[in-house]
């Protein structure tokens, strides 16, 4: 088991903590849990290499689980905002060549 993995596992088995989202409201372990063992998988079946990750999320519990996700895999990340204009991150992701593109849409090939 990872650090990582453990860091989570105590995380899951202590009932006194509590996960809010951006709005405020109460986000449930199990769906967040949920949500980090997709990105995992989806993290490990792309890897190759050593080629990163483009994480590009407003901050907040989904980009937190990927940065998790990336490491619990040993793979490197390149954080991004949305907000950024789209040629910014359009020159980041052709400078990088990343395996792989999260964001609000979907989990994704890098293409851009």
Known sequence: MSQIEGIISKWESNVNWVIHDTNGNQVP??????????LR???????????????????GEAFLLSIIACLAEGVPFVP???????????????????????NEDKIGRAHV
């Open 41 to 59: 998988n989806a993290i490990r079946k792309s890897a190759r290499n050593d080629a990163p990750v483009v994480i590009c999320l407003e901050h």
């Open 80 to 102: 991004m905002l949305p907000v950024w204009p789209e040629a910014r991150r359009a020159e980041i992701i052709h400078f990088v060549e990343p395996v792989l593109v999260i």
């Open 29 to 38: 372990k199990a769906m967040l849990h949920g949500q980090w063992l997709g």
